[in-house]
Every structure is written in structure tokens, then in C-alpha cells.
């Protein structure tokens, strides 16, 4: 694929980490304003690009780091796991190899590949405005979310031995 320019380069490849990018998969998938929640993932989207390549203002990657952070907590998300900051540095990237003409981490940011191809969330924790803990969505599975999902299914655990007397052993893992 080839780029039009280094605007078009920035916008396909934050379009294609936003779609990567795991708390903000989550944060859409488990919103309970769904619609909302997605007009505000489109308006984060147009102002990276806005930010990203704006030639009247150089925006560094704790500019676009503070934007996530507030739209996440616009969508009463709290994010823990360092991805805004992981995604802003990887859109400056972009950025900045685009403007001297090198494309090339733009189409890895496309394809997936480079160091920065998991951009993975483990600690999203959504607020519960209305003080309900439980999940919205529990036990259902969007496609977004578990097709970007690299973990691999933990084995079924064996059933523990039983003596002739009907007790089981206690099996100690670790260290003592």
C-alpha cells in the first residue's frame, strides 16, 4: 500500500493502532452508552490526527498521552497499564519517519509487526457510575476483543488423586 502523503501515513496507521489497541477495545466493547462511547473513540481518532500532523504546533508524545488519558476518563475508564503513553509514542514515530519520506513504520504499525505490535491492556478498570460492580457483558465475547487477544487458553487442570481412604493430597507448588 502506498501512502498518499505524510498526513494519509499518519491517519491509516492511527487508525490501525486504534483498532489494535486493547483498552480502547474494551472500553468500547463494555460501555454501557455504546453509541457514545464510539462518537468519542471517533473524535479521539480525528484529533490525533489533527495533533499528529499539525504544522502550525509540534506535538510530542506526552501532548497525545494527556489526550488519551482524558478521553478515557471522558468514557469512565481508568487505564493502569501504560499503553496511552505506549500509543502516543508510537503515533510520534509514525510522525517523524513520515516527514522524512520513510514509510516504513507506518506500514508496520498497518500490519501489525515491529515492538510495538501488542499494544495490550491488563489493567483497564471501567468506573461504575450508577455503583454497580457487576460485568455488563459477562460471558459474552466480541470479536474485536478476542480476536486481538494473543493468550493462549490455559490446559483443564487435572482432577486431583484420590486415596483408598478418600482424601486427596495437597500438592505444594513453589518454593518453601
Known sequence: MGFQNGEHAV???TQAVFGKWMALQLTLDNHADRSSA??????????TVQMATSTSKTYDADDLAQLFY???????TDVEDGS????????ISVRNAAARGDYGPAMR????????AQLRSRNVVEDRVDG????PNAGTSSASGADM?????RAPRAPPAVDADGFTSVVRKGRR
Do not use: H
Request: glycine share 4%; proline share 4%; charged share 25%.
Open 149 to 153: 487477544m494473543d493468550v493462549e487458553p
Open 84 to 91: 496511552p503513553e505506549q500509543v502516543a509514542a508510537l503515533i
Open 109 to 116: 504499525a498497518m500490519q501489525g509487526t515491529g515492538r510495538n
Open 70 to 76: 482524558a478521553a478515557f476518563e471522558s468514557m469512565n
Open 11 to 13: 491517519a491509516s496507521a
Open 132 to 135: 454497580d460492580e457487576s460485568e
Open 38 to 47: 464510539q462518537e468519542k473513540a471517533r473524535q479521539l481518532y480525528e484529533q
